[in-house]
């Protein structure tokens, strides 16, 4: 039987495959930035109770399965973290030390999908998603 989540009166197993790109979707997610990312990512789903379950993070974007509890919206916890992930970037990386908005380091949009019963499919996607790319570059070669 599937381990569920639960709140005061409800049983919850909702995850979701998300997708995000830096502005432009320049490959800027390498190095000191990928390590500083990866640790913030985690602490900011934390925050609003959720959890990654599964993530990879590309030169050019970021793939995660996050499991998301009923009483907060996709939108709003997918916007919290790339909102606080850009200010966390800039601080750290762009010289940045006050408060401030309107730092551009994520696009605008995002990729969503729900997991439903394909959750080790989609697991699997994620975690072999650099293979698939170098396969996907080896056949540009051979053109």
Known sequence: MKDYQSLAHTKWDC??????IPKKRKKMIFGAIRKHLGQVLH???GQKECQIV???LMQDHVHMCISISPKHSVSYIVGYIKGKSAISIARKFMGKAKNFTGENFWARGYFVST???DE????AYIRNQEKTDEHYDQLRLDM
């Open 15 to 20: 995850k979701y495959h998300v997708v995000f």
């Open 43 to 45: 602490e900011l789903a």
């Open 54 to 56: 599964e993530g990879h």
């Open 115 to 117: 997991v439903g019963l």
């Open 120 to 123: 080790e499919m989609v697991r």
